[in-house]
T-cell receptor, first 110, second 113 residues
């Protein structure tokens, strides 16, 4: 079993829909990261959080440390949100490296 | 302020050959981590360099080696290439003593034929 699990693996939505991507992890962490990867490969950091909730524009990330679970929400989705969203954690015992989930591929259609 | 840069963008090699990938960290960062991302998978940690030394290593064979230069830039070398080494290689930079945030480069896509 992977230390970081994401669901769903694939997600399609109509423009304007509310999107939720979930991440569960099994290790103690210092921080959790949500990343976005567009076709072509480059990864952009969306959020880094260790507690509570963060919001940036139409994106919201929440984390529940006790339940070892995080969610990424996209409100009013748009075709330009189409990308792979990756959850990664910085383990408490080894903050030097990130452990990644396999990603959620999101496609938003007009 | 330049972010993380990587070169080359794409590379095609033959089995058994050797390859060198390069990474320049974001200005002000002193630590470089390398990741391998196979198609459809999340990135896997290869190793991390700080103060010109390998600080951490993931579960990769000795065919994978690296180097960090005094200006903090880094190289990833892979010897005796296998078909399974075909992947996107990502470099990320960070700062010791900073937050846990890592900044990623655009990646180098390596194809081994």
């Amino acid at each position: 079993k992977n230390e970081v699990e994401q669901s769903p693996q694939n997600l399609t939505a109509q423009e304007g829909e509310f999107i939720t991507i979930n991440c569960s992890y099994s290790v103690g962490i210092s921080a959790l990261h949500w990343l976005q990867q567009h076709p072509g490969g480059g990864i952009v950091s969306l959020f880094m959080l260790s507690s509570g909730k963060k919001k940036h524009g139409r994106l919201i990330a929440t984390i529940n440390i006790q339940e070892k679970h995080s969610s990424l929400h996209i409100t009013a989705s748009h075709p330009r949100d189409s990308a792979v969203y990756i959850c990664a954690v910085s383990p408490y015992t080894n903050t030097d490296k990130l452990i990644f989930g396999t990603g959620t591929r999101l496609q938003v259609f007009p | 302020d330049a972010g993380v840069t990587q070169s080359p963008t794409h590379l095609i090699k033959t089995r058994g050959q050797q390859v060198t990938l390069r990474c320049s960290p974001k200005s002000g960062h002193d630590t470089v981590s390398w990741y391998q991302q196979a198609l459809g998978q999340g990135p896997q940690f290869i190793f991390q360099y700080y103060e010109e030394e390998e600080r951490q290593r993931g579960n990769f064979p000795d065919r994978f080696s690296g180097h960090q230069f005094p200006n903090y830039s880094s190289e990833l070398n892979v010897n005796a290439l296998l078909l399974g080494d075909s992947a996107l290689y990502l470099c990320a930079s960070s700062s010791v003593g900073g937050t846990y945030e890592q900044y990623f480069g655009p990646g180098t896509r390596l194809t081994v034929t």
